[in-house]
T-cell receptor
Framework: DVKVTQSSRYLVKRTGEKVFLECVQD?????MFWYRQDPGLGLRLIYF???????EKGDIPEGYSVSREKKERFSLILESASTNQTSMYLC???????????FGPGTRLTVL | GNSVTQMEGPVTLSEEAFLTINCTYT??????LFWYVQYPGEGLQLLLK?????DKGSNKGFEATYRKETTSFHLEKGSVQVSDSAVYFC?????????????FGTGTRLQVTL
């Protein structure tokens, strides 16, 4: 079975802190994705990566950056956390094009 | 651009009732269509999918048919159980040339009671 793990289930940070969210997948998938999930808005794509060191902006990249130094790991970085970044963050991975994405359990981030 | 529209929730049903969750989409070409389910406290899991017109996806008693003429992919189940209580997301994939991106609907919460 594909497994996508995220470093924390719950995280509380203060405004202005630098925040790292880590995601690891164990199935050698080339594509990895970061979403945020908010009530009434569904899932929105922040960034995705289709290869090591390759990244593309999604629909809402402002205030975020990403890093993919190894194929299995995709990190989401909040350079200076703000309260409007309080949300559920979901990581996903997939193989090839047009195929289903496999999701991690999510990290619920609260920024105070 | 691509978009997915789902019926507003929450949907509250008694056990063994018939379920329909409506989903329509806007996309150019021929996207693949998916239903994902999110149980409380968990990430999303793929429930079923269809990759071309008239395909029927099915899993765990749920079904959805890809209707290109009505641009719809409605989710149905003949007899729901309390364990089906979750949030259901309709989504489509359209290849971008680099990686396929999912476009999600806003989700429909289903609550099944005894």
């Amino acid at each position: 079975d594909v497994k996508v793990t995220q470093s924390s289930r719950y995280l509380v940070k203060r405004t202005g802190e630098k925040v790292f969210l880590e995601c690891v997948q164990d199935m050698d998938h080339e594509n990895m994705f970061w979403y945020r999930q908010d009530p009434g808005l569904g899932l929105r794509l922040i960034y995705f990566s289709y290869d090591v060191k390759m990244k593309e902006k999604g629909d809402i990249p402002e205030g975020y950056s990403v890093s993919r130094e190894k194929k299995e790991r995709f990190s989401l970085i909040l350079e200076s956390a703000s309260t409007n970044q309080t949300s559920m963050y979901l990581c996903a991975s997939s193989i090839g094009t047009g195929n289903e994405q496999f999701f991690g359990p999510g990290t619920r981030l609260t920024v105070l | 651009g691509n978009s997915v529209t789902q019926m507003e929730g929450p949907v509250t049903l008694s056990e063994e009732a018939f379920l329909t969750i409506n989903c329509t989409y806007t996309a150019t070409g021929y996207p693949s269509l998916f239903w994902y389910v999110q149980y409380p406290g968990e990430g999303l899991q793929l429930l079923l999918k269809a990759t071309k017109a008239d395909d029927k996806g099915s899993n765990k008693g749920f079904e959805a048919t890809y209707r290109k003429e009505t641009t719809s992919f409605h989710l149905e189940k003949g007899s729901v159980q309390v364990s089906d209580s979750a949030v259901y997301f309709c989504a489509l994939i359209k290849n971008t040339g680099t990686a396929s991106k999912l476009t999600f609907g806003t989700g429909t919460r289903l609550q099944v009671t005894l």
